[in-house]
């Protein structure tokens, strides 16, 4: 852009974009020249009907919006909490988890922990909860589990789990007492 | 802070038939807005200082990532004045219904970013700098892409009216 032709600066001084000094110079211009004169009534013209063609225009049917900032809860604070609180969330769970799993909350869990100390149980109580010592054979031989077992036995498992556990300590003393009587 | 989404659906209709210029787009195009408006909203802590402007910026990004996601721009349909339109114009040769229809022919002729351009500046008033804000773009770009389209826009619209004299 160059000021060397004021008849250049019609367009900026129609959007207002030139300074006090540089517009009071081209209405200085502006009453002499008539090409400036025709040029500034023309762009006033197009946007003049730009504007009413677009005011007049049959619109899109726009659903009736009832919302405001004020009345609608933010949805951020409500789907993503704070990045503590998720953190401090796993913590209880993984605490609940392990007391679980270590029986320190589960009474039976415990009674099956305490079995083998006799010491800390009536003796004259009938034991309720199966042990190692069901898999003793009649002729008064240990039956040692397999390694199998006995790793399951020092591994916490739920107790669906040590249902099954036992289900299989009972099973495996008949299979063997089947097969001795057969030889 | 609290913005009237009623106040602005209006303008924000019209403009979004401008930049889509088919009916059925505008409207999906305003409700995406509003969706995207209410959910960028925050905490209720922002001040927005123009929710006009704003909306007409998440407008046009709506737009330009559902253009990014087609691969293409949509044709435009002719739009059409409602029944009572009627203006004073100076263009002698025409009727001003089939002026402004005309105008409006034209004005959809244009490329994306002069049809922005031209709207945001003369339909609703905005400034050069407000305009560049909204569309990303530098106030030197603004201000030569506004011209062109003005000058594109006088030619065609003598050029239609010179034809219709002319018959």
């Given at each position: 852009?160059?000021?060397?032709?004021?008849?250049?600066?019609?367009?900026?001084?129609?959007?207002?974009?030139?300074?006090?000094?540089?517009?009071?110079?081209?209405?200085?211009?502006?009453?002499?020249?008539?090409?400036?004169?025709?040029?500034?009534?023309?762009?006033?013209?197009?946007?003049?009907?730009?504007?009413?063609?677009?005011?007049?225009?049959?619109?899109?049917?726009?659903?009736?919006?009832?919302?405001?900032?004020?009345?609608?809860?933010?949805?951020?604070?409500?789907?993503?909490?704070?990045?503590?609180?998720?953190?401090?969330?796993?913590?209880?769970?993984?605490?609940?988890?392990?007391?679980?799993?270590?029986?320190?909350?589960?009474?039976?869990?415990?009674?099956?922990?305490?079995?083998?100390?006799?010491?800390?149980?009536?003796?004259?109580?009938?034991?309720?909860?199966?042990?190692?010592?069901?898999?003793?054979?009649?002729?008064?031989?240990?039956?040692?589990?397999?390694?199998?077992?006995?790793?399951?036995?020092?591994?916490?498992?739920?107790?669906?789990?040590?249902?099954?556990?036992?289900?299989?300590?009972?099973?495996?003393?008949?299979?063997?007492?089947?097969?001795?009587?057969?030889? | 802070?609290?913005?009237?989404?009623?106040?602005?659906?209006?303008?924000?209709?019209?403009?979004?038939?401008?930049?889509?210029?088919?009916?059925?787009?505008?409207?999906?195009?305003?409700?995406?807005?509003?969706?995207?408006?209410?959910?960028?909203?925050?905490?209720?802590?922002?001040?927005?200082?123009?929710?006009?402007?704003?909306?007409?910026?998440?407008?046009?990004?709506?737009?330009?990532?559902?253009?990014?996601?087609?691969?293409?721009?949509?044709?435009?349909?002719?739009?059409?004045?409602?029944?009572?339109?009627?203006?004073?114009?100076?263009?002698?040769?025409?009727?001003?219904?089939?002026?402004?229809?005309?105008?409006?022919?034209?004005?959809?002729?244009?490329?994306?970013?002069?049809?922005?351009?031209?709207?945001?500046?003369?339909?609703?008033?905005?400034?050069?700098?407000e305009v560049a804000e909204m569309l990303g773009i530098t106030e030197g770009n603004t201000k030569t892409t506004l011209s062109i389209a003005r000058?594109?826009?006088?030619?065609?619209?003598?050029?239609?009216?010179?034809?219709?004299?002319?018959?």
């Amino acid at each position: 852009m160059t000021n060397s032709d004021p008849c250049q600066l019609v367009e900026l001084y129609y959007d207002d974009l030139l300074t006090s000094e540089q517009a009071s110079g081209f209405e200085e211009h502006l009453s002499d020249c008539q090409w400036c004169k025709q040029q500034l009534s023309e762009l006033q013209g197009i946007d003049r009907d730009i504007a009413l063609a677009w005011n007049q225009v049959s619109l899109p049917e726009v659903s009736k919006v009832d919302v405001s900032l004020e009345t609608v809860p933010s949805s951020v604070t409500i789907r993503r909490p704070a990045i503590w609180q998720i953190l401090a969330l796993s913590l209880c769970l993984l605490l609940a988890a392990f007391w679980v799993g270590n029986g320190i909350v589960n009474p039976e869990r415990r009674v099956a922990r305490g079995s083998s100390d006799t010491s800390a149980r009536d003796p004259e109580e009938p034991s309720t909860t199966p042990s190692i010592a069901d898999s003793v054979t009649e002729d008064g031989q240990t039956d040692t589990p397999p390694a199998f077992v006995r790793a399951r036995e020092s591994t916490a498992v739920a107790p669906v789990a040590r249902t099954s556990r036992f289900t299989v300590y009972k099973l495996i003393p008949q299979i063997r007492t089947s097969v001795s009587e057969k030889e | 802070m609290k913005v009237d989404f009623e106040k602005h659906s209006q303008a924000l209709a019209r403009f979004a038939l401008s930049l889509t210029g088919r009916h059925e787009f505008a409207e999906d195009l305003v409700q995406e807005t509003l969706l995207r408006a209410i959910r960028h909203r925050g905490n209720g802590e922002t001040v927005i200082q123009n929710p006009k402007s704003w909306l007409f910026t998440i407008a046009v990004n709506c737009w330009r990532d559902q253009c990014r996601r087609q691969k293409r721009m949509p044709a435009t349909e002719p739009l059409h004045l409602v029944d009572e339109a009627v203006a004073a114009t100076g263009n002698t040769n025409q009727t001003p219904r089939e002026h402004l229809e005309t105008v409006l022919t034209t004005f959809q002729e244009l490329p994306q970013r002069q049809r922005e351009v031209l709207y945001l500046r003369t339909v609703e008033g905005f400034s050069i700098s407000e305009v560049a804000e909204m569309l990303g773009i530098t106030e030197g770009n603004t201000k030569t892409t506004l011209s062109i389209a003005r000058k594109k826009l006088r030619e065609r619209c003598a050029r239609v009216g010179a034809g219709e004299a002319g018959r």
